[in-house]
């Protein structure tokens, strides 16, 4: 894939601090998505991956550095205003609506598009996810995991957005389901949406994007093309269990 | 004690359950979006039933221009208490939050007290509500059917907008997760004004039938239905709008008849029933108040 070159970037990060409280978890972090990409955070329990999605998202806000979506100063934005200006976010742990029925969480997913738009979007997303459209009333709480994460992922999709952000879309799902999914990222990925993933399974991880980076103790320790990383002696020993 | 004396109170007790069951349904939707018991909703109440009551005797408006204003009064009261009592606290806990909305409460009271005394003032009811007709024996008034329908009417209307429209999906989002809405893109504090905007709407025309129907109003006036809505509302299932709107009208009816079966020396003993209720829900589940899965039907 040779997405990585000569296209616009479509999400910088530089020189991010940022924490909770007095607690700060975040050192000197800077990153950078260009359009079409996917790229991939890596990292163990705890070092600050999620941290750096939330103040993406604006809901912690960095204590300095500058966040930049499409060429524009996001820092200070509230959450709902960075999510309209075109972000899909899957959250750690899914996070469904479990007391709305599938259509709702969707419906959820699309708040900031006009009705119309809604309509048409919920087609294309059950297409890419037909057991959801199987389970359009049922409620959120009683889908299985797999189906949890494929709702998450389509409710992040509603609004078509131009970053699509997962945090562990493959924590607590048997292989054959995560791969499933993957496949679906690849797929969404190929129709336009720029995907930035948090990601564990560091093997299926690096397979799918172009760029990652390796996160520790809230610093970027690595950051190369996702194949080259996959090649890397250190990532293969410390993240994939190889010797 | 025959049952047509018991279906007699059942319905003397309408109106009563009318109003008991819009407070129960305004503090769900408040506690479901905000995890919230707001106390100073029954001032909310008060001040809708006070704007009539004045709206009619010292401005001589017809009631349904009195029950608007009212209703414009109360939403004002419920945005402002949101904008400058609730949402400077917000995330600082439950007891924060239990003390905020208490001192809220006594604070407004007090401050009608002191504008008003704390005598009742009457509150006048129109000609062409003091109607009376009989079944047999049984008699209703026309004020108790007409509260009664209107309830049951607003409670539908609520319930399906709740149910089908985006914004009460979205207060359904939100009240589950706050913070996942705000990351699909919603707007949270104007999806909590929005509910405390419905909620102190209800409680307005709870307080106007609540003029009508008792005939005056005072001060401390919202105190006792304030509880029995919010017990109500505990009732139900919290965030559960038909639960609490059912419990509102079993709570009104149960006061009644507990009033009724005792002999009359013991009629001002009418609130001690919610108190007995609620002795009993705090015994069977102690965290019954403050924990419950909020999910609105
Ligand atoms: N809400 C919070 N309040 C305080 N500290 C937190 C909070 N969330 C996470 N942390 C801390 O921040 C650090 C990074 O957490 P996180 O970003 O969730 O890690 P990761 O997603 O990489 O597993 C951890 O030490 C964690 O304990
Ligand atoms: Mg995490």
């Given at each position: 894939?040779?997405?990585?070159?000569?296209?616009?970037?479509?999400?910088?990060?530089?020189?991010?601090?940022?924490?909770?409280?007095?607690?700060?978890?975040?050192?000197?972090?800077?990153?950078?998505?260009?359009?079409?990409?996917?790229?991939?955070?890596?990292?163990?329990?705890?070092?600050?991956?999620?941290?750096?999605?939330?103040?993406?998202?604006?809901?912690?806000?960095?204590?300095?550095?500058?966040?930049?979506?499409?060429n524009e100063l996001i820092n200070s934005l509230e959450t709902y205003k960075i999510i309209a200006?075109?972000?899909?976010?899957?959250?750690?742990?899914?996070?469904?609506f479990g007391n709305l029925n599938v259509y709702e969480n969707l419906r959820i997913g699309a708040y900031t598009v006009s009705k119309d738009d809604f309509t048409k979007r919920l087609e294309e997303v059950y297409q890419l996810f037909p057991r959801l459209k199987e389970r359009k009333n049922q409620e959120a709480s009683s889908l299985s995991g797999g189906e949890q994460q494929m709702l998450a992922i389509a409710r992040a999709l509603m609004q078509d957005p131009d970053l699509l952000i997962l945090d562990e879309p493959s924590l607590g799902l048997a292989p054959i389901i995560a791969e499933e999914i993957f496949n679906r990222l690849a797929e969404i990925n190929q129709m336009g949406t720029t995907i930035l993933l948090i990601e564990q399974n560091v093997n299926l991880a690096l397979h799918l994007s172009d760029h990652a980076y390796v996160m520790e103790k809230g610093k970027f320790v690595l950051d190369e093309k996702a194949s080259i990383l996959a090649q890397n002696d250190y990532v293969k020993k410390t993240y994939m269990g190889i010797a | 004690m025959d049952l047509t004396y018991i279906f007699q109170q059942v319905?003397?007790?309408?109106?009563?359950?009318?109003?008991?069951?819009?407070?129960?349904?305004?503090?769900?939707?408040?506690?479901?979006?905000?995890?919230?018991?707001?106390?100073?909703?029954?001032?909310?109440?008060?001040?809708?039933?006070?704007?009539?009551?004045?709206?009619?005797?010292?401005?001589?408006?017809p009631l349904p221009i009195a029950l608007i204003l009212a209703i414009i009064a109360s939403v004002l009261a419920g945005v402002l208490l949101e904008r400058f009592c609730y949402r400077p606290v917000q995330g600082s806990g439950d007891i924060t939050l239990f003390i905020t909305s208490l001192a809220a409460s006594i604070g407004i009271r007090s401050l009608f007290v002191m504008l008003f005394g704390s005598r009742s003032m009457q509150f006048p009811m129109p000609k062409y509500l003091q109607g009376i007709r009989f079944w047999g024996d049984i008699l209703i008034t026309d004020l108790n059917l007409i509260i009664f329908v209107f309830t049951?009417?607003?409670?539908?209307?609520?319930?399906?907008?709740?149910?089908?429209?985006?914004?009460?999906?979205?207060?359904?989002?939100?009240?589950?997760?706050?913070?996942?809405?705000?990351?699909?893109?919603?707007?949270?504090?104007?999806?909590?004004?929005a509910t405390f905007v419905i909620g102190s709407a209800l409680a307005a025309v709870a307080g106007v039938a609540w003029g009508l129907q008792y005939g005056n109003v005072r001060p401390a006036m919202g105190y006792h239905p304030g509880i029995?809505?919010?017990?109500?509302?505990?009732?139900?299932?919290?965030?559960?709008?038909?639960?609490?709107?059912?419990?509102?009208?079993?709570?009104g009816v149960g006061q009644v008849l507990f009033v009724a079966f005792l002999p009359s020396v013991y009629s001002g003993f009418r609130p001690l029933f919610v108190w007995i209720v609620l002795f009993i829900i705090l015994f069977y589940k102690p965290t019954g108040l403050f924990r419950s899965n909020i999910k609105w039907e």
């Open positions: 894939m040779a997405k990585d070159s000569n296209n616009k970037n479509l999400l910088t990060l530089e020189n991010i601090e940022s924490g909770y409280g007095k607690v700060k978890v975040l050192h000197n972090v800077s990153l950078k998505i260009k359009e079409g990409q996917i790229v991939t955070i890596v990292g163990a329990n705890g070092v600050g991956k999620s941290t750096t999605i939330k103040t993406i998202l604006g809901l912690i806000k960095p204590s300095s550095g500058q966040i930049k979506f499409k200006k075109g972000i899909g976010y899957s959250p750690e742990g899914r996070e469904v | 319905l003397n007790a309408l109106s009563l359950g009318s109003m008991l069951a819009l407070l129960a349904v305004g503090y769900t939707m408040i506690y479901g979006v905000l995890g919230l018991i707001n106390f100073a909703h029954g001032e909310v109440f008060m001040i809708g039933a006070f704007t009539a009551m004045y709206a009619i005797t010292g401005l001589g408006f049951v009417i607003i409670t539908l209307i609520l319930s399906f907008f709740i149910k089908n429209t985006k914004l009460g999906i979205a207060m359904r989002g939100v009240s589950y997760n706050k913070q996942t809405a705000e990351a699909m893109g919603i707007n949270s504090t104007s999806i909590i004004v029995s809505g919010f017990i109500a509302a505990v009732l139900g299932g919290i965030g559960n709008i038909s639960g609490a709107a059912i419990s509102g009208f079993l709570l």
